[in-house]
């Protein structure tokens, strides 16, 4: 599955730096609002050490990790949600997005200014969530109007669509973000229709300057609604400036850096796994002669679906997968030895799909 984060926050607060750490892009990273106009798009391979093992068990012709693509969007400011900085242009290019990445400035720095003149987690956070929320206001209450004119006709669906419309305005109203909002099943895939911002998951990253100190005093929280002051369960923290120079060593010279700074690894992996914690996603693995290879999947998938995600007809045609885990496989040393062992299991259509299977699927063509 392809996924996509947007990377958001106050101008200069460190968003194209984080970028760059990630991509290995250079793109401009200057001392002044609005640096980033376009927004800048780079493919992030996810980091697994499983894949490295496993291939040198099975010896394949090549190495396939998954990826995630980071959108660098224009920073945002107070007003932005009626038209002020770049306003609703960078708006638009969320909205495509599966989460956003809302980098928060702790750092201080006096030759890089601060759009506000100084420097407040907090306040800084609730700025972009609350312009995230007026943005959504509208666009409810425009989608509102016209389907309060539609609802008039006695239509079931649209009475539907009108009320949750109703619930969804009366959150926004009051400052808080959707996906704060209790909805059932059918109310949750109907407002995926909507192209709200607000109702997509949210990571927090605070960029700091160096080691962060262990009670910083204004730390944003994790919710995505009002900001409250304390509290960083979900934020991850980072140094984007040292992330950069990290990621603009050759490969493998940074694994020995980052020990030396005494880190169990880096700032980027932390941002990565907490992108997957937040989305609620997994890893399967295939291996073979021809390739190694991860597969990203929503947690709670079954075999089908998850044979879906390397061919459509996968899907379709599936009939059983054999699984087993990737330390068994390891440990097994071979495919072959894992099935004299008894090691492989044969799973049907009602079997969910656990991060670290290594899989085999069974295709009626």
Known sequence: MSLSIGIVGLPNVGKSTLFNALTKKNVEASNYPFCTIDPNVGVVKVPDFRLEKLAAIS????????????VDIAGLVKGASEGQGLGNKFL????????????????????????????????????????????????????????????????????????????????????WAVRELALNEEEIKEIKNLGLITVKPIIYVLNVKDEPPPHPPSR????????????????????????????GLPENEQAEYIKELGLSESGLDKL????????????????????????????????????????????????????????????AGSEARARELGLIRTEGKDYVMRDGDVCNFLINS
């Not at 956003?100 to 306040?123: C, M, Q, S, T, Y």
């Not at 509290?231 to 040292?242: F, M, S, Y």
Request: glycine share 8%; charged share 30%; with cysteine.
């Open 220 to 247: 944003p929280n994790a919710s995505g609604g009002r900001v409250s002051g304390g509290g960083d369960d979900g934020v991850v923290q980072i140094n984007a400036k040292l992330e950069a120079e990290i990621a």
């Open 92 to 175: 638009s290019h969320i909205r495509e997005c599966d989460a956003i990445l809302e980098v928060v400035r702790e750092f201080k720095d006096d030759n890089i200014v601060h759009v506000n003149g100084k420097i407040d987690p907090a306040g800084d956070k609730e700025t972009v969530n609350l312009e995230l929320v007026l943005a959504d206001l509208n666009t409810a209450e425009k989608r509102l109007e016209k389907v309060t004119r539609e609802a008039k006709s006695g239509n079931k669906e649209m009475m539907a669509l009108k009320n949750l419309l109703e619930k969804v305005k009366k959150q926004l109203a009051a400052g």
């Open 272 to 331: 990565i796994k907490a992108a997957y914690q937040t989305l609620g996603l997994i890893t399967f693995l295939t291996t073979g002669a021809d390739e190694t290879r991860a597969w990203t999947i929503k947690r709670g998938v079954k075999a089908p679906e998850a044979a879906g995600v390397i061919h459509t007809d996968f899907q379709k045609g599936f009939v059983r997968a054999e699984v087993i885990n990737w330390q068994k496989f390891i440990e």
């Open 59 to 70: 010896k394949p012709k090549k190495i396939i990790p998954t990826f995630i693509e980071f």
